[in-house]
């Protein structure tokens, strides 16, 4: 079956050229035009394995739109806007989008962006593309450090307390990076190549954005982090110990 893909914008030319396009590269597409729009689909038995998302919808927020969908629902989120200021870029990416892509865009690089999103999200019925967390979960399933408890198969991250602390799939895939090398610095471009499949381009923050969100979920002080430290001017470090341990079948 074709991919589905909402597509939120309300200028309706650009809707339809976008469904025009993806559906010439074997997606299928819902073109809508306000935010309650998206939320009644999302509600529907045809929910999309990802949102087109215009942050300059009219009277309505989008970040807020963004943040319910992320809070809600399981699906890929790329943020397009005609706002290309950095703050926007990195609040875009800090309520939980996939990516970010501002107008005017190209569109053979919007598809390619879209199709990495979908490989990286689809994990329920389709094996995890070849990341070290998806190759480490044949071997060693569960990842344990300080009362956490990372389980890479069920793709969980479990808090000391017992509780399920919920991420995103690129938070997932960063924090499964950094424990799988604990006590060694990585770059942002090696986080980026193993996390997201792509380079750092110049300025690029997402590693930067998903390391600050991580540490509000894991560290006591994420002012002072004890567990993913920063090394200036290199990358980041893994510090606590890790081990790793089958799940019991």
């Known amino acids: 079956m074709h991919q589905h893909i909402a597509v939120v914008d309300d200028e309706t030319a650009i809707t339809e050229l976008l469904a025009h396009y993806f559906a010439g590269h074997g997606f299928r597409t819902t073109q809508l035009h306000s935010g309650r729009a998206l939320m009644a689909l999302m509600a529907s038995d045809d929910r999309p394995a990802l949102v087109l998302l215009d942050l300059g919808l ?10 319910q ?3 809600h629902w399981q699906c890929g989120l790329v943020i397009i806007t005609g706002r290309g200021d950095a703050i926007d870029k990195v609040v875009g990416l800090e309520v939980g989008a996939d990516d970010y892509v501002t107008k005017p865009f190209d569109l053979r690089e919007l598809v390619a962006r879209v199709k990495a999103v979908l ?3 689809a994990t329920a019925a389709v094996p995890p593309p070849a990341t070290a967390a998806a190759a480490a979960a044949a071997v060693n399933p569960t990842l344990s450090f300080l009362g ?9 991250l479990d808090a000391p307390h017992g509780g399920e602390v919920r991420l995103t799939t690129g938070e997932f895939e960063l924090l499964a990076t950094l424990a799988q090398h604990p006590g060694r610095v990585l770059s942002r471009d090696f986080l980026l190549e193993h996390t ?3 380079e750092a381009a110049p300025f690029d923050r997402t590693i930067d954005v998903q390391i600050g969100r991580l540490r ?4 006591a002080n ?13 990358g980041y470090i893994f510090i606590p110990p890790v081990t790793a ?3 019991a079948s």
């Open 148 to 156: 956490w408890h990372l389980d890479l198969a069920a793709r969980r």
């Open 69 to 71: 969908l992320r809070e």
């Open 119 to 121: 490989r990286r999200t």
């Open 58 to 67: 009219p009277g309505e927020d989008g970040l807020a739109i963004a943040r």
């Open 216 to 219: 509000k979920k894991l560290e």
């Open 222 to 234: 994420a002012e002072n982090p004890q567990i993913i430290k920063s090394v200036r001017g290199a």
């Open 196 to 198: 997201r499949g792509r």
């Open 245 to 247: 341990a089958k799940v």
